[in-house]
């Protein structure tokens, strides 16, 4: 189509391009269902701009000339299209969908997606039986506080975190042989938002991020969206496998070291003493942060475990992260974060960024039963009711697993560690299980390495006690079937 | 230090680095201060491995023999430091800080930083006077809830947000002409995680971010932190300068256009219908997405604005944020993200990621106030009590402010851009202020240009009536001095 415009005209040259193309219809020069330039390519060709296009096009698809239709271009209407109201122009029923042509920085996001499955038998999710939270006391605070301080509604928190929490905190934290001030707290949206700060912060594309193999599968997807290489260190029963990672840092050097050092998701195991000042060691030699995550050290269920990380080191190496949302409230989100230094500072300045700052209503919830008697309250029936979870769920997996099963039985926390025949692949059986109800983490979700797996995850803090007895029976059953049809199927001769 | 292992021995390497040292410094071989070689380096130089290096400094410092000293090295202990116990070792006092050398990605953090200052007249913090929230009808709707359902303190909300909540919002969004379902909202942590959701997944380093000029400081932030480019775009009376944005689009192709159509932050200002459609023209035809921030369409003062650019654009380019927290609960932090297709799914999967989903608790909080009638009662009241404090602000303005000052009219929303003589740096005058226990935010956080600026924006809605009359009329005078000084500033010759 070759158009010409003049710019000695008086006329508008938008207009003069209206007009070019309405002569060139009219005069059927132009046929009906014929494909126009794009914008870009016409404001090219005749040396106009962009906008002077897109205004002609515009009043030539107002007044019935043309139609627009997203991911093809822009045509001469036809006389059916002619009758179609411009509302509707093709939607979600387009084969050409522009959106899929969107790249995003979103390289993986597994954990939240199997989040998604629910079940009867809910072996999935390491949270706890509401059943077991003080919900009827924080009710009757909440109600108190909120009588007090109504305007606690209509107020921000600092970016922070609310300061009397951060006050009690310090004490919290005192009887775990944490020293810190309130100024080295900071509040945050559940331990998950913890992990995504400091990946954010301090890491970025190639730098090296140190896990555990296994490990928890939403941290694994925080340093993907990095950018970060992720290089797994296996864990036994002691741990991280320190040897290991040493071993590894004579050829790379690692900016971030993230380890749960007690009761480990997902195996339940403590790292040894020994291990954690020989962790802190190296990552004083080669100047890198260790980011702690302890969900459960509160939830021990023979002996108390060793000191965190955190009260090992004057340096300043090490990130805390204690959760609090699931022992107390899953409902309030409330996560806190220890550092110092520089380091903090820079936390403190992208939680601004990220959200301005946690609800205040959630950090006042929570902060009436953290005082400390009524938290030791608390924290010692919530230990009693999960340890008789847990060693009836052993007891009954020693009765009922077919052979070939085992497990580590996990000295804290809330997570049970399955081990099944090598050749089992635990995402298939995820999928068999949906037939029994019950749904559980599969071990390839906890790797960061894309590879088949045996190992699951079994969470037995959510269903009561008759439901956890009854689910763990029909687990059994389920891997028995399920082992018998794997076995059957590779017994049957390639014909 | 040359030092020799025998592999053929039946000593520990470990062992045999540890006597080799000790050796060399009870024969003064090695005197008391000298640095010894880093793990790394000796580990190299003896060809054995890190850890076998580390163990033997460990059990040298243990027994006494060397000590480290962060960010300096490992040195043959003196003897004055022979009675310096371990736990002593420099913290704060080092000059030298590791942390410091630890690079990071946040490369500005302005908003929240201006956020730290308080004082007595607030004209900084676009929030509204509490006493104008409905808090004690909050207070007796949570107290009914969670009297009714307290297992809501000890439930995980879904990722995507409370189910009830979204259904009631697809109602409040049908006010405003925005057709969606509750699959395609999402409930974020505020508006500011909404764009820092939007930013994290489809920005990243050297993308066209397209923003007004000025805009909301926070998001600039985050479109800093992920590494784009920003193209400002000018706004005039009517909105933003679309014309300017198509002639930048024949040069460069945006991936997302922030705008705050109406009552932009910070003039006030709403963009024309005419300008909403050629924007989503732009959008359309170079295939990039707008981020639509809308915190203050409800709080217009003379005519209802035109409809959001989400109600006109049947394609699915618009990301829609409507700010609830600030008309609402502050306290709560309850923002809402509307979006189609797979842009849509791809940020509900990484808010999976950022916190795993928003606190159950403030989203119940919220959700008896947006039934519609009483929505509705309450918005009026804030419209009316607000137009009143905008009315009075304007009065004292125009009464009591030296010659060479203007502002806009907002005819929505809670700001008011103030311009101040060319000459004056509203950054210098903010610091000024602060004899006058004045606050506000100057212009230059506004921009994504490093430059001085003569704007700043106060926000009308914190104080109630009687400190805001005081405080404008305070700003007045302050203005009229820190003119006049800086006037007799720049009269005195340079000698």
Redesign the interface.
């Known amino acids: 189509m070759q158009i010409k415009v003049n710019r000695q005209l008086p006329v508008p040259l938008a207009k003069q391009i209206y007009q070019a193309i309405v002569d060139r219809i009219q005069s059927e020069l132009l046929e009906e269902g014929t494909r126009l330039p794009?914008?870009?390519a016409l404001?090219k060709q005749i040396h106009v701009?962009?906008?002077t296009v897109?205004?002609a096009?515009?009043a030539l698809e107002e007044d019935g000339y043309i139609i627009?239709i997203?991911g093809k271009g822009t045509f001469v209407r036809t006389k059916a299209a002619d009758t179609t109201p411009k509302?509707e122009?093709p939607?979600?029923e387009s084969p050409f969908?522009?959106?899929?042509?969107?790249p995003?920085?979103?390289p993986r996001?597994q954990?939240?997606?199997y989040?998604q499955v629910s079940a009867r038998y809910e072996f999935f999710s390491s949270?706890?039986d509401?059943g077991l939270?003080p919900?009827?006391y924080?009710?009757k605070e909440?109600?108190r506080i909120?009588?007090e301080e109504?305007?606690?509604?209509?107020?921000?928190?600092d970016?922070q975190g609310d300061l009397p929490l951060r006050q009690e905190l310090t004490v919290y934290l005192r009887d775990k042989q944490i020293q810190v001030t309130p100024e080295e707290i900071l509040i945050?949206?559940?331990t998950?938002?913890g992990i995504?700060l400091v990946a954010?912060?301090?890491?970025?594309p190639g730098d090296i991020v140190i896990t555990e193999a296994p490990t928890y599968p939403?941290a694994i997807?925080?340093f993907r969206?990095r950018g970060a290489t992720i290089l797994p260190v296996p864990v036994d029963k002691d741990g991280m496998r320190?040897?290991m990672l040493?071993?590894l840092?004579?050829k790379y050097k690692p900016k971030l070291i993230y380890t749960m050092p007690t009761f480990h998701n997902p195996t339940g195991t403590v790292m040894s003493i020994e291990r954690r000042?020989?962790l802190l060691?190296?990552a004083?030699?080669?100047?890198s942060?260790i980011l702690e995550d302890d969900p459960w050290s509160e939830i021990y269920y023979e002996n108390k475990p060793p000191s965190s990380l955190k009260s090992m080191d004057?340096?300043?190496?090490v990130i805390y992260l204690k959760g609090l949302s699931k022992i107390l409230?899953?409902?309030?989100?409330i996560g806190v974060l220890v550092a110092s230094?520089?380091?903090f500072h820079?936390l403190?300045?992208?939680?601004?960024?990220?959200?301005?700052?946690?609800?205040?209503?959630?950090q006042k919830?929570v902060l009436p039963l953290l005082y400390s008697e009524r938290m030791r309250n608390h924290v010692k029936k919530l230990r009693i009711a999960l340890q008789l979870r847990r060693d009836m769920m052993i007891e009954l997996l020693a009765k009922h697993m077919p052979e070939g099963i085992s497990w580590l039985t996990p000295r804290g926390g809330v997570n049970l560690w399955l081990s099944l025949p090598p050749h089992v692949d635990t995402e298939d059986f995820l999928m068999y299980a949906s037939n029994y109800q019950l749904t559980f983490l599969p071990g390839a979700a906890c790797y960061p390495i894309e590879s088949k797996h045996h190992f699951l995850r079994l969470s037995f803090s959510f269903m009561n006690e008759p439901l956890l007895a009854e689910g763990v029976k029909e687990l059994c059953r389920a891997t028995a079937a399920f082992i018998e049809a794997t076995v059957t199927y590779r017994k049957t001769p390639v014909v």
């Not at 109504?150 to 928190?157: F, V």
């Not at 004083?284 to 100047?287: D, S």
């Not at 992208?350 to 700052?357: E, H």
């Open positions: 794009s914008v870009r404001a701009s962009f906008m897109v205004q096009y515009d627009r997203q509302k122009l939607k979600k969908d522009w959106q899929l042509s969107v995003d920085y979103l996001a954990f939240s997606r989040h949270t706890i509401p939270l919900n009827r924080l009710e909440i109600q909120l009588a109504p305007r606690i509604l209509s107020t921000y928190s970016v945050t949206n559940g998950q938002q995504d954010r912060t301090f890491v970025g939403a997807d925080v969206w320190v040897d040493a071993a840092c004579e000042r020989q060691d190296i004083y030699e080669t100047q942060i004057p340096l300043g190496h409230a899953p409902g309030c989100r230094g520089t380091i820079r403190v300045a992208a939680k601004g960024n990220m959200d301005l700052g946690s609800p205040l209503l959630t919830a």
